[in-house]
């Protein structure tokens, strides 16, 4: 019995030398993960911005007008706004926005993907559970707060994007705003509004991002779990990451397409003067809920949901192709510095 014993203390200090050999495996500063996220989000934007457009136009078509089935349309469906739109205004038209859609994506994911696991440990600690534990309620809440931190850094871009696409020149829907490029739109809102006319309608896009990111990363992780458990797919890579993040953007979709109607129309309405405060303020709404109820009470519930196929057709690959960016960019990020 002692052979092995001494094969085992002659292994010690080799086992001793490839374990200081081995390269320390660091994590990923905030300012790392940040960036990831960010580039992520670009690179789904690029493909879903199109869809974007066109959700948007949907949103604005029949804005607080009571709803009849008779009544003329310019865009009867997602496909009508696409053909229209590329045979009037080409794949610049569908396209509108994309500049400073590249800036908020970097914001909001770079937020929302970047501070999701540090914010989450925080959150774990300060009720108690092991920084790492998966806890339902914290890993909402954690997501709930990165999306409105990346919101509400984001807001000012989000509202010269949705301004952008909803300008058409040939078949206009809801309020329409020229501006001949970002800075231009910059410009113009802060020479109308002052600075806080950047942040019209941040009440809404905090709002939507709160639907919206409470449910991806819980629901993405949440997948993940369920597919190995039950060996649906066992091992992590392209194939899960897929199929998580595509059931992911099922759940985002429905969790925040009323909100997303909501947040279109207050970054897209004009602004007057209050004859009796003197400040700016919405033509049209005041807040989200206003908003919400002013829909509903006009064109009911619909009226909430217009432009679903769009949203779907935007947010299903965009949330696909972010969190795969996300894992597939980290991981060659990892490797690249040695820490993969």
């Known amino acids: 019995m002692s052979q092995p014993a001494a094969l085992d203390k002659r292994d010690e200090p080799v086992a001793a030398a490839a374990a200081a050999a081995a390269p320390t495996r660091v994590p990923l500063s905030l300012g790392e993960m940040f960036m990831v996220g960010g580039l992520a989000g670009c690179a789904a934007v690029t493909v879903t911005n199109v869809a974007e457009t066109m959700k948007t136009r949907l949103q604005l078509q029949g804005e607080l007008v009571k709803a009849d089935a008779n009544a003329p349309r310019v865009y009867k469906n997602v496909w009508d706004v696409f053909r229209k739109t590329w045979r009037n205004e080409g794949i610049r038209g569908l396209q509108r926005g994309l500049l400073p859609a590249y800036g908020y994506q970097i914001l909001l994911n770079g937020s929302r993907l970047g501070f999701y696991e540090p914010v989450r440990h925080i959150i774990n600690r300060t009720a108690g559970y092991v920084p790492d534990a998966g806890v339902a309620w914290t890993a909402i809440m954690a997501g709930a707060t990165t999306g409105c931190i990346g919101a509400t850094l984001g807001s000012p871009l989000f509202l010269i994007k949705a301004r952008m696409q909803a300008y058409s020149p040939v078949l206009p829907v809801g309020a329409q705003h020229y501006y001949r490029n970002s800075w231009d739109a910059l410009s113009t809102i802060v020479r109308a509004n002052g600075i806080k006319g950047l942040y019209q309608g941040v009440s809404a896009a905090i709002l939507r991002t709160a639907c919206g990111s409470s449910v991806q990363l819980p629901s993405y992780n949440y997948s993940k779990y369920i597919f190995k458990k039950y060996g649906i797919i066992k091992n992590d890579g392209f194939a899960m990451y897929l199929a998580a993040s595509g059931v992911s953007g099922v759940v985002v979709c429905a969790a925040m397409q009323p909100a997303d109607t909501v947040l279109t129309r207050m970054y897209n309405q004009n602004t007057v003067t209050d004859p009796v405060t003197g ?35 935007r947010i299903a690959p965009h949330t696909v192709i972010t969190l795969v960016a996300n894992e597939l960019i980290g991981n060659e990020y990892k490797r690249i510095t040695g820490r993969g």
């Open 279 to 313: 400040k700016t303020r919405g033509a049209l709404y005041s807040n989200p809920i206003d908003c919400l109820w002013k829909t509903f009470k006009t064109e009911g519930i619909k009226g909430w949901y217009k432009g679903t196929t769009a949203h779907f057709l």
